[in-house]
């Protein structure tokens, strides 16, 4: 109970809370979103496509099972208006006949491969949008995700120092998987 009480009361302060941050000695209001989807049909797919639309500098993914040809489609629009996209995909999930992987690389987006770091799953989900966006939770990058299983999907803006540590984890995620393909 003291565990839920203290996720309420931390849910809470980011929901009524803005981060400064200073910026060139001016000192800017981050306002915090954190916005929750839920699966089936809870909009997980539509939500991962509309910031992807958003998206313009770079868009770092890894992902655990990645067969979304929504998402796929929206990643190579992104690439094509010279956005940096960049993706890893566990090597095991890679091996399904509908995984994207291959539609993606065909069109000059850099995909690359990974088991997990102890010799198990590369079972993250998540997305950096432009450091300030991040895409997180259980939800796969699949149509079962969006059409058949309960799972979750939180979009998060404003708490610069949480999508730093996810940018910074897939920049080691990134160069490992480089050093096995």
Known sequence: ???????????????????????????????????????????????IISEIKHAQDYIDVAVFSFTSKPIARALIKAHKKGVKVRVIIDQGTARARNC??????????????????????????????????????????????EKRNDENLVVIKGVNEVIKAYKDNFEKLWKLAGLTN
């Open 1 to 47: 109970m003291r565990v839920l009480s203290l996720l309420l009361l931390l849910f809470s302060f980011f929901f009524s809370s803005c981060q400064q941050s200073e910026t060139k000695g001016v000192i800017t209001k981050e306002v915090v979103t954190i916005t929750p989807y839920f699966s089936p049909r809870g909009g997980c797919t539509s939500a």
């Open 100 to 145: 994207v992987g291959p539609i993606l690389e065909a069109e000059g987006i850099p995909v690359r491969y990974k088991r997990g770091s102890g010799g198990g799953l590369m079972h993250n989900k998540y997305a950096v949008i432009d450091g300030k966006t991040l895409i997180t939770g259980s939800f796969n990058w699949t149509k079962s995700a």
